[in-house]
């Protein structure tokens, strides 16, 4: 293989895309003496915006409620980011995409989601790192189970 012709990985940029907080019951809620829940949703997308140029964007958004109405906080973080990734089999882009790509920004997301969290003075929530080598096979698992009941091998 020629010099031209490796496989090229680079990260370009890391950016906080979008990062929301709420906390509408307060200042109510600061008094509040019962423990909250506290439930996690991650969403990963990935798009090309130029040649051999992706952007993938790590969605966490972490909810705590007291009970099933009251919100005490949301915070909803969209962790950026620019990777080129050149001379690499169309097969392999989407789970370096999905799974290396989400790897990478996660630290960030998860930094941004404790650091938003603290400041709107609760303890912070510390993510667990996350298995997006298994999430990816999951989802392409329902996925071909929605496309006619295949069974997508994982490996």
């Given amino acids: 293989m020629e010099q031209n012709e490796q496989p090229v990985f680079n990260i370009e940029k890391l950016y906080v895309k979008d990062l929301s907080l709420e906390v509408p019951n307060a200042p109510g809620i600061y008094l509040e003496q019962d423990t909250p829940t506290v439930g996690i949703e991650l969403g990963t997308q990935a798009a090309q915006v130029g040649e051999g140029y992706y952007e993938v964007a790590l969605t966490v958004t972490v909810t705590s409620k007291i009970g099933e109405e009251k919100t005490v906080y949301l915070v909803e973080v969209v962790q950026g980011g620019i990777f080129q990734i050149r001379n690499v089999p169309q097969d392999d882009i989407e789970p370096v995409l999905m799974i290396g790509c989400a790897n990478i920004l996660f630290p960030y997301a998860r930094e941004a989601v404790s650091d938003a969290i603290t400041r709107a003075g609760f303890q912070p929530v510390l993510l667990s790192p ?26």
């Fill in 130 to 155: 996350v298995n997006f080598e298994g999430l990816y096979a999951a989802r392409q698992q329902d996925l071909a189970q929605q496309q006619g009941g295949a069974d997508v091998p994982v490996q």
